[in-house]
């Protein structure tokens, strides 16, 4: 398993290519997980940080929204039929962690999945809706928002890897 993903890997194909779950555990101790494929990592208010975009639709919305922590997974090449299940199907459907074969641990209260080649505990620092009236290129807005479901951008310290 390449342990040392992000050296090999550049961000935009880390993310882009390769996808990633976003995850997060309720108060109730429920976990769930979606994948993701758009986000990015750098350097805010003095803090290594992960943003990622997420729809008003998706349920791991309301885990992201009631943590204080999320967790971001990277997986090898062996997950990506995985990951296909998982941004495909809503954990209001199904037990998505029970049918994706995966072993989740808690860390600081944000899901640890065993399988996973990287994980991020990222702790929420920013989240804000998406504007239409803030896009300068609005052709943006055509294209990916012709139902107004405009994502939450969270922006979170990365606080450690595993
Ligand atoms: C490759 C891929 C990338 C995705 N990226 C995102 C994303 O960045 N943000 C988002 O809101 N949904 C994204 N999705 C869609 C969700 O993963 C999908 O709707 C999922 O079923 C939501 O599950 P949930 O309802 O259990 O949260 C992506 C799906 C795939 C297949």
């Known amino acids: 398993m390449d342990k040392n993903v992000m050296q090999e890997t550049d961000v935009f194909s880390l993310i882009g290519d390769r996808w990633m779950l976003v995850a997060a555990t309720d108060k109730n101790g429920k976990t769930n997980a979606m994948t993701a ?3 990015g990592m750098g350097v805010l208010w003095g803090k290594k940080v992960a943003f990622v975009f997420i729809r008003p639709q998706r349920y791991t919305k309301r885990f992201v929204d009631e943590a204080q ?3 971001l997974s990277f997986f090898d090449d062996s997950y990506k039929k ?7 199907v809503s954990g209001r459907d199904e037990d998505k962690i029970a049918k994706s074969g995966l072993t989740p641990t808690l860390k600081n209260g944000a899901p640890v999945f065993k399988e ?3 994980t991020l505990i990222c702790r929420k620092l920013y989240r804000q809706t ?6 300068i290129e609005t052709g943006e807005i055509d294209k990916w928002y012709p139902s107004s479901d405009f994502h939450d951008m969270y922006v979170a310290e990365i606080e450690e890897k595993i």
């Open 37 to 39: 494929s758009w986000g």
């Open 69 to 71: 922590r999320f967790s």
């Open 82 to 88: 995985m990951l296909g299940y998982m941004g495909r």
């Open 116 to 118: 996973a080649s990287m």
């Open 130 to 135: 998406l504007e239409k009236d803030c896009f």
